[in-house]
């Protein structure tokens, strides 16, 4: 039984490891929101942008 236990707890902590595109999307993001700081920015129109460019789509 211990066995199932942590091959469950090692099986969750993969799927909920971000990946590396989900790192780039929080660090991009992140620098949009702070060089915009006295513009209201739609949190989602932040992190589409975020996501061009981690994906290499920004122009």
């Given at each position: 039984?211990?066995?199932?236990?942590?091959?469950?707890?090692?099986?969750?902590?993969?799927?909920?490891?971000?990946?590396?595109?989900?790192?780039?999307?929080?660090?991009?993001s992140?620098?949009?929101?702070?060089?915009?700081?006295?513009?209201?920015?739609?949190?989602?129109?932040?992190?589409?942008?975020?996501?061009?460019?981690?994906?290499?789509?920004?122009?």
């Amino acid at each position: 039984m211990a066995i199932l236990i942590g091959a469950g707890m090692v099986a969750g902590a993969i799927l909920l490891r971000p990946s590396p595109f989900q790192e780039c999307v929080a660090i991009i993001s992140a620098d949009i929101v702070h060089q915009n700081l006295t513009a209201t920015l739609d949190p989602r129109d932040v992190e589409v942008e975020a996501a061009k460019v981690c994906s290499g789509a920004a122009l």
